[in-house]
C-alpha cells in the first residue's frame, strides 16, 4: 500500500467524515439502483458510532475509510465497509476488512456476514475473491440484497 495508514475506533468527531465518506462511495450506485439511495447514505453514524464497534482508516490528519461492525451471538455482522471513489485502489478496504477479521475472532467468533446490493457487483467480486461465499438472495425493505458469510 505505501501509505502511512492508521486504524482506529471512530469517535463522534469522525461522524461528519463518515457521513462524507458514505456519500462519496455509495453515490455512484444511486442510477444503477434506479434513484434509491442506499442503506449506507442513510445510517445515523453518530448513532452507529455509540452503538457499534465503529474504525477508520487515518492516513495522515485524513478519515478515508471507515468499518462498522456488530457482534452477534453466531458470530460479526460487518454492516458497513467504504472507502471514497478518490481512494480505491490503495488497499484501504483489503485493510479494513481484513481488520473485520482480527475483530471477530477477538470476540471469540468464528464467522463474518454481510449484505450488498445486487447492483453492487464490484464489491461481490472482491468478497469472493477474499473467500466469502454467497449464502442467499432476498429482498428486504425494498433492496435486493446478496448476503455472504465467511467461515474463520
Same mark, same amino acid.
Given at each position: 500500500?505505501?501509505?502511512?495508514?492508521?486504524?482506529?475506533?471512530?469517535?463522534?468527531?469522525?461522524?461528519?467524515?463518515?457521513?462524507?465518506?458514505?456519500?462519496?462511495?455509495?453515490?455512484?450506485?444511486?442510477?444503477?439502483?434506479?434513484?434509491?439511495?442506499?442503506?449506507?447514505?442513510?445510517?445515523?453514524?453518530?448513532?452507529?458510532?455509540?452503538?457499534?464497534?465503529?474504525?477508520?482508516?487515518?492516513?495522515?490528519?485524513?478519515? /478515508?475509510?471507515?468499518?462498522? !461492525?456488530?457482534?452477534?451471538?453466531?458470530?460479526?455482522?460487518?454492516?458497513?465497509?467504504?472507502?471514497?471513489?478518490?481512494?480505491?485502489?490503495?488497499?484501504?478496504?483489503?485493510? !479494513?476488512?481484513?481488520?473485520?477479521?482480527?475483530?471477530?475472532?477477538?470476540?471469540?467468533?468464528?464467522?463474518?456476514?454481510?449484505?450488498?446490493?445486487?447492483?453492487?457487483?464490484?464489491?461481490?467480486? !472482491?468478497?469472493?475473491?477474499?473467500?466469502?461465499?454467497?449464502?442467499?438472495?432476498?429482498?428486504?425493505?425494498?433492496?435486493?440484497? /446478496?448476503?455472504?458469510?465467511?467461515?474463520?
Amino acid at each position: 500500500m505505501g501509505l502511512p495508514l492508521t486504524l482506529r475506533r471512530a469517535a463522534t468527531d469522525d461522524v461528519p467524515a463518515l457521513q462524507r465518506i458514505a456519500e462519496a462511495a455509495y453515490s455512484p450506485y444511486v442510477a444503477r439502483m434506479g434513484g434509491l439511495r442506499p442503506g449506507p447514505m442513510e445510517t445515523d453514524y453518530a448513532g452507529a458510532v455509540e452503538d457499534s464497534e465503529a474504525w477508520v482508516a487515518q492516513v495522515d490528519d485524513e478519515v /478515508v475509510g471507515f468499518l462498522l !461492525l456488530v457482534p452477534e451471538a453466531n458470530g460479526m455482522l460487518l454492516e458497513n465497509v467504504a472507502v471514497p471513489p478518490a481512494h480505491h485502489g490503495r488497499g484501504l478496504g483489503r485493510a !479494513l476488512l481484513s481488520l473485520a477479521e482480527e475483530r471477530t475472532l477477538a470476540h471469540d467468533l468464528h464467522r463474518i456476514r454481510l449484505y450488498t446490493h445486487e447492483t453492487m457487483v464490484e464489491n461481490q467480486a !472482491l468478497y469472493e475473491r477474499i473467500g466469502y461465499v454467497e449464502t442467499h438472495r432476498a429482498t428486504e425493505h425494498g433492496f435486493t440484497r /446478496v448476503f455472504y458469510e465467511k467461515q474463520l
